[in-house]
């Protein structure tokens, strides 16, 4: 959200749009992991082949160059600068980015 449009919120909307997501916080790992193997599964079942890494800590370091370039492709270079520094200060130690 715009840091101008919330600030502009009165604060018993602000008070209920927070109260919601930090009731469905819990809940966003699991949908997520659930997509994305749904999401693998169905490219998968369509006759893409698993190739490219050999031993699981090679997967992991895939998966942090993965994670940090979505993160640069869909936060950083779309979010308010005001607010970034805050969500990195956040999502980055969370998310291995680094």
Do not use: H
Request: some cysteine; proline content about 5%; overall charge positive.
């Amino acid at each position: 959200m715009n840091a101008k449009v919330w600030d502009g919120l009165p604060e018993d909307v602000k008070k209920i749009m927070m109260d919601t997501l930090l009731a469905l916080e819990p809940e966003v790992n699991a949908y997520f992991a659930k997509f994305v193997q749904d999401l693998y599964a169905g490219l998968l079942k369509k006759g893409m082949k698993r190739c490219g890494v050999t031993s699981a800590a090679e997967e992991q370091s895939l998966i942090k160059k993965i994670r940090k370039a979505q993160w640069t492709s869909f936060v950083e270079d779309r979010a308010d600068p005001v607010w970034l520094p805050k969500l990195n200060e956040i999502a980055k130690p969370v998310l291995g980015i680094e």
